[in-house]
């Protein structure tokens, strides 16, 4: 939403073109449902209740666009949404609502896997950039011991875990910054990974344990017994 003193807009991007074999389940990932909705319904809520973003394009699988469409009407028309067809990974998916979304300040790549990220945590992702950051992503402290390994499963390393951090989304970035690291075509985990091959710096804000990504059966487990505990999403008092 645009606000009185402010003139940034900001486009939220949101993958949900995966196929989620590793959830085991018959649907693409974020059709999925949780307490009764699907993951990407559950995103696009949240997204909402932030009160920050003013556009949302969703990426899926090209034979799930009218679905996806269905789902979006009834996010209740408060914040135009676009369905696109996604790619074979990721990253090309995001590509793709790259290209599609309108004119913006500011983008958001938040995956709708993480469909029970909290929209207060959306809110200080935007914070962020409207304070200057060019790219902001949260992320929490690492709790296991990380070790690297080569092709025989031997040890060859354990990093210092105090400086390590496990990244969430929303990863939020300035529009050009974003648009340039997209034209590198390089490979990348995460949104954040091409703009550091830039060279801009990317700020880690403190992220928050209910933005966990819903990738195995025992996430979804936990998801839907967090859902039914959990009231529906309130919106950030501004
Ligand atoms: O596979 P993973 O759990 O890392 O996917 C993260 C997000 O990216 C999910 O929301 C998934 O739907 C999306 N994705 C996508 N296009 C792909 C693969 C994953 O939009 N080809």
Do not use: C, W
């Amino acid at each position: 939403m645009n606000h009185p003193h402010d003139e940034s807009r900001v486009v939220a991007l949101v993958p949900a073109a995966g196929r989620g074999v590793r959830l085991g389940e018959t649907l693409p990932k974020a059709f999925v449902p949780i307490g009764g909705s699907p993951m990407l319904t559950l995103a696009i809520d949240g997204l909402i209740a932030s009160g920050v973003v003013d556009h949302i394009v969703i990426m899926v699988p090209a034979e799930l666009i009218e679905r996806a469409r269905d789902l979006s009407t009834l996010a209740g028309g408060r914040v135009p949404v676009s369905v696109v067809a996604g790619g074979a990974e990721r990253i090309d998916s995001v590509r793709a609502g790259l290209a599609a979304a309108p004119e913006a300040t500011h983008v958001l790549v938040h995956d709708a896997a993480r469909a029970l990220t909290p929209p207060s945590l959306i809110a200080e992702v935007v914070a962020a950039l409207r304070a200057g950051v060019r790219a902001v992503v949260p992320g929490l402290p690492v709790t296991d011991t990380i070790k690297s390994v080569d092709a025989d499963g031997v040890v060859t390393g354990t990093p210092d875990r105090g400086g390590l951090r496990a990244i969430q989304t929303p990863q939020g970035f300035e529009a050009q910054l974003l648009r340039e690291a997209y034209a590198l075509d390089v490979p990348a985990t995460d949104d954040a990974g091409l703009v550091e091959r830039l060279g801009a710096h990317v700020h880690v804000i403190p992220g928050d344990p209910m933005a966990f990504k819903i990738t195995t059966p025992l996430d979804l487990h936990l998801a839907h017994a967090l859902l039914a505990d959990r009231p529906v999403p309130q919106a950030v008092s501004r």
